[in-house]
């Protein structure tokens, strides 16, 4: 049986708004609507609210709107893809702290060229765990709250 893939960091994670797990409100931008019920129900579980959105351009207006304190993203979604989300975040200064987690299905290799390029602060390779997802949160929620 291979091994579980686990989430590669990326060299970088700002200050979050939040300052305890009950306020933790995270974005969760994915086209596959079993799995966002999955991760969004474990993340749940832990105490943080979650909102979601199907769509790369709505996804970019929740996350506008609603100004969470970490973003999932998932890279092949209609409209935007994950990584134009992602550069357009970082693009702008005030987002510049937020962690962003990417959970994609393109390969291990590519998400490590890509992931840095982007500003993602952490990816994980589809399929995945979902405990794999809860602790990659935690760890960037955590580096958060320290920086």
Do not use: H
Not at 10 to 30: C, L, Q, T
Not at 40 to 48: T, Y
Not at 54 to 77: C, K, R, S, T, W
Request: charged content about 25%; glycine content about 6%.
């Amino acid at each position: 049986m291979p091994a579980k893939p686990k989430a590669t960091p990326v060299a970088k994670a700002g200050p979050s708004a939040a300052s305890d797990a009950d306020s933790i409100r995270i974005a969760y931008v994915d086209d596959d609507i079993e799995l966002t019920r999955l991760v969004s129900g474990a993340l749940e579980e832990e105490g943080w609210e979650v909102i979601v959105e199907n769509d790369g351009e709505a996804g970019l207006e929740m996350i506008l709107v609603e100004q969470p304190d970490l973003i999932i993203l998932d890279v092949m979604m209609p409209g935007l893809t994950g990584w134009e989300i992602c550069k357009y975040v970082r693009s702008k200064p005030d987002w510049n702290s937020t962690p962003i987690l990417m959970l994609t299905g393109i390969g291990e290799r590519m998400n490590a060229l890509t992931a840095p390029l982007y500003g993602a602060d952490a990816y994980l390779d589809k399929p995945f765990d979902i405990e794999d997802v809860v602790e990659t949160v935690r760890q960037l929620v955590a580096q958060a709250q320290v920086s």
